[in-house]
Every structure is written in structure tokens, then in C-alpha cells.
């Protein structure tokens, strides 16, 4: 499962925890301006923003799992199993495969009002990147430096475009079901709650914190969604950015999933493998991994985005411990 959010303290901060059972050598990669996009069935870009976010290198070709561009728009795809679908190609559309729409939406796109526009001529394919990496089951958060988010689910029924008023995604249910789901938590709160089970009971806050108690605390998609959502909507504001960026990833943190709580086959859990997040105003890349809680960065704009070859950093996993004696 995976968790995406964007949190606007002041600047705005968008990214995700990939959570998965298996690792496929992902790194940060920043394509510059003149890297040539090429796509299956459209001709080639040469010229488009410069995109940062973590990719799989596949033959120089970033295989996007999440990115930002220059201009400020980021884009995360997650797992959307049993719903996602993709479609035969069709005359008179952008024919554009699940695997490079990340790339045609932030080489082109400068906000959410530009993706809408694009995505108005989008059919998304079912065109695989090769014999062993076959097209993943995906919807997609994509948010803008306003602060506002979008999601895209291509269902059986065709593509929907849904205005995300709380700017969070997990995976299934469909998004509009895991919005509606909200209605059952209005009553969670970080106050202590008052009694309103029975005016003739005595009941006490023997403890802090009663008011979070039915928040659900699930490694499901529904339990991520409402406790991303619960923990964002109350997180800390700050004018400074190491604090904002601080308290992001205590957000994405809140939902990571730690080994051994998912398990998909016998001895094989899904865990948290990072946790990214790009400042959109300022093009500045942060990340943690699971066994490497020290906030990484990498700034685009210290990179030469004029360049027409990847720029790719490894990502430390590397344990740190500050030692006191
Ligand atoms: C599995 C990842 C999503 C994480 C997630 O939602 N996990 C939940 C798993 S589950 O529901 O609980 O089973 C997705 C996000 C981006 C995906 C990758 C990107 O789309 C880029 C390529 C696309 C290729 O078609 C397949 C390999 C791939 C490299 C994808 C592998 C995998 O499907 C990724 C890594």
C-alpha cells in the first residue's frame, strides 16, 4: 500500500510513502530540459520542464514511480489493483501508456489548470514497458504549488478526474467511496472529548488523547487514508522550513508500515520502503528510507537543468546514529 499527500504549511510539500514487499532499485533522478522524451505512439519531446523524483533507471529511461516538476506540479502513482484499467489505443487521442504518463504530465504541465487541460486529450494505454515489467495497476495524485490536488482513476467506466479537497491518496476503494468514508470519523478529535454518551453516566478522561481513540490504526488503505488525512489536517504550521519539512514527514510517517505488520506470502511483509517529498516552491527534494530516518536532500536547481542526460543519485540507506558517549 502507499500513502501520498500534499501538506501546505506556508510552502507546499508533496510526495509519498511507497510501501511494497519487494525493491526494484530505485533512485532519485532528475531529468533535465533536453533529456528527449520519447513515447510509443507520440512523437518525441525535446524540450520540456525539468523533472525530479525517484525513478528506475531502465536504459536511460526514468521509469517514474513519483516526481515534481520545475514549475511546481507533482505527480505520485499508486496502487489501484482490480479497478485500474487501460485502454486499447484510440484515433483522434494522446495515446500515452500508464508507464510514461508521469513524464508527459510534468514535461508539459505548469499546474493543476494545464494537467486538466492535457489530460482532457489523455487515453491512457495498456501498452506494457517490456515482456517482464508489464503495466502496474495505478491511479495517480497530482498536486500544484496553489495547494491544490487532483486524482486520476481510469476505471472500467472510462477516466475520472476528481478535484481532491483534502489532497490525500492511498489505493482502493475508488476515491470518491474513500472520501465518503470520512463522514464516519467526524466525531475523532485532538481535544478531549466531551460525554455525550449519557448525561446519567459519570465517564472520566482517565487519558490524554481520548479524542483520536476510533481513529483506525490499520495498515489498510481506508485506515491510511483517514489517519493521513486526521494527522495533516491537525499537523503544526510553522514559518520555517526545517520545521514544515519536519512535520511532513512525521505525517507520512504516522502511516508507514513497519515489517512484519502486512503480510503478502509466507515470511514476506510490505513495508515502508522510503518517504519523499518535494518543496514545490523551491524544487527542493527531501526523502527518508526505511532503515534511514535522517532527512536526505537533493535541490534541482544545484543541477544543471539545461543538461540533456539523467542526473541520478543513489539513495542512502545507511543507518545513522549520533553517539553520545
Ligand atoms: C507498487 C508501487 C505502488 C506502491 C503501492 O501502492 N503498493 C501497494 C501494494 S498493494 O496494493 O498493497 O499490493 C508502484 C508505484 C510506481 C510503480 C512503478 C512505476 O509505475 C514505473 C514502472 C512501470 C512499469 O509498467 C512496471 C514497473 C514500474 C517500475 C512500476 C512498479 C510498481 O508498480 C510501482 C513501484
Not at 7 to 12: E, T, V
Not at 16 to 33: A, E, H, K, S, Y
Not at 46 to 75: R, S, T
Not at 142 to 152: F, R
Request: proline letters at 5%.
Amino acid at each position: 500500500m502507499c500513502t501520498s499527500i500534499i501538506f501546505s504549511p506556508k510552502d507546499h510539500y508533496f510526495g509519498r510513502n511507497l510501501d511494497l514487499d519487494i525493491t526494484f532499485g530505485q533512485q532519485v533522478v532528475i531529468t533535465p530540459r533536453n533529456y528527449p522524451f520519447k513515447f510509443r505512439k507520440m512523437p518525441s519531446i525535446g524540450h520540456h520542464y525539468a523533472i525530479i523524483g525517484i525513478a528506475l533507471d531502465n536504459n536511460n529511461y526514468p521509469l517514474y514511480f513519483d516526481a515534481a516538476n520545475e514549475m511546481g506540479l507533482g505527480m505520485a502513482g499508486l496502487n489501484y489493483p482490480g479497478n485500474a484499467t487501460y485502454y486499447k489505443e484510440k484515433e483522434g487521442k494522446d495515446n500515452i501508456a500508464s508507464f510514461e504518463f508521469i513524464p508527459w504530465l510534468l514535461g508539459q504541465a505548469a499546474n493543476i489548470k494545464e494537467a486538466k487541460k492535457i489530460l482532457s486529450t489523455i487515453n491512457i494505454t495498456d501498452i506494457n514497458f517490456s515482456e517482464k515489467m508489464i503495466a502496474s495497476p495505478l491511479h495517480w495524485l497530482i498536486a500544484d504549488k496553489t495547494g491544490k490536488s487532483i486524482v486520476v482513476e481510469t476505471d472500467k467506466d472510462g477516466m475520472h478526474i476528481y478535484d481532491n479537497p483534502i489532497g490525500c491518496l492511498t489505493n482502493n476503494p475508488q476515491f470518491p467511496k474513500q472520501l465518503f468514508n470520512l463522514n464516519n470519523y467526524a466525531d475523532v478529535s485532538a481535544a478531549t472529548p466531551k460525554n455525550n454518551f449519557s448525561s446519567q453516566i459519570e465517564l472520566s478522561d482517565y487519558s490524554r488523547g481520548l479524542g483520536s481513540r476510533n481513529l483506525p490504526g490499520g495498515m489498510d488503505s481506508e485506515s491510511r487514508f483517514v489517519r493521513a488525512t486526521f494527522n495533516k489536517f491537525n499537523a503544526p504550521i510553522s514559518d520555517n522550513e526545517v520545521e514544515n519539512v519536519d512535520t511532513y514527514f512525521h505525517i507520512l510517517h504516522s502511516v508507514e508500515q513497519q515489517k512484519g505488520l502486512d503480510q503478502t506470502a509466507p515470511d514476506t511483509f510490505e513495508y515502508t520502503i522510503y518517504s519523499d517529498g518535494t518543496n514545490l516552491d523551491k524544487g527542493i527534494f527531501y526523502y527518508t528510507t526505511y532503515t534511514d530516518k535522517q532527512i536526505k536532500v537533493v535541490d534541482m536547481h544545484k543541477e544543471n537543468l539545461d543538461a540533456d542526460d539523467l542526473i541520478v543519485f543513489d539513495m542512502i540507506n545507511k543507518p545513522t546514529f549520533k553517539y553520545q558517549n
